[in-house]
């Protein structure tokens, strides 16, 4: 089956240490996002990929860095600089454009880091 | 810069009952307009969407939502909810690219037996 696989589901890191959370998919689309949700704050844009070997930042990449060398991966750095980084993370990829593109965003079930 | 503000944080209804969650967008072109749900621990899945056309749109398990220009709202619908519809809620707007699309804050939806 099609679809987008995040891992690990759950994660737990201490203060001051990076970790990458894996996002991976199947579907052949082009353009792949991260996405941070928090309690009452819905869901914010960190980094997006619209093709390979090529990201932008979204609303809120400080302390965040990501890749793109295959289109099925884009990979997620939460780094030591990002000072309040439990949170959940939700993947999610779509067709860039064109006769293929419904604007739909197609999520994997997410990560939850903690920070200890 | 486009916004979505979901006026409700949390409502509840009894099972059987009619359900109204409201949305309203800022954008300053015609806008694509989604509505997903996600049930706890879990990613989102999309209900329904609104491009251009019909300005009511069917969507899966149910759900409807209208697209009202003149309200800037794109309010999703159920005549009937079920235990399983508890869940949170999301509406999006997004221009051509979806690069920018953007997430209201959510509904989390109770249904009450």
């Known amino acids: 089956d099609g679809g987008i696989t995040q891992s690990p589901k759950y994660l737990f890191r201490k203060e001051g240490q990076n970790v990458t959370l894996s996002c991976e998919q199947n579907l052949n689309h082009d353009a792949m996002y991260w996405y941070r949700q928090d309690p009452g704050q819905g869901l914010r844009l960190i980094y997006y990929s619209q093709i390979v070997n090529d990201f932008q930042k979204g609303d809120i990449a400080e302390g965040y860095s990501v890749s793109r060398e295959k289109k099925e991966s884009f990979p997620l750095t939460v780094t030591s600089a990002q000072k309040n980084p439990t949170a959940f993370y939700l993947c999610?990829?779509?067709?860039?454009?064109?006769?293929?593109?419904?604007?739909?965003?197609?999520f994997g079930e997410g990560s939850r880091l903690t920070v200890l | 810069a486009q916004s979505v503000t979901q006026p409700d944080i949390h409502i509840t209804v009894s099972e059987g009952a009619s359900l109204e969650l409201r949305c309203n967008y800022s954008y300053g072109a015609t806008p694509y307009l989604f509505w997903y749900v996600q049930s706890p621990g879990q990613g989102l899945q999309l209900l329904l969407k609104y491009f251009s056309g019909d300005t009511l749109v069917q969507g899966i398990k149910g759900f409807e939502a209208e697209f009202k220009r003149s309200q800037s709202s794109f309010n999703l619908r159920k005549p009937s909810v079920h235990w399983s519809d508890a869940a949170e809620y999301f509406c999006?707007?997004?221009?051509?690219?979806?690069?920018?699309?953007?997430f209201g804050a959510g509904t989390r939806l109770t249904v009450k037996p």
């Open positions: 999006a707007v997004a221009g051509p690219n979806n690069n920018d699309m953007r």
């Open positions: 999610a990829s779509s067709f860039r454009g064109g006769a293929k593109s419904t604007g739909e965003l197609f």
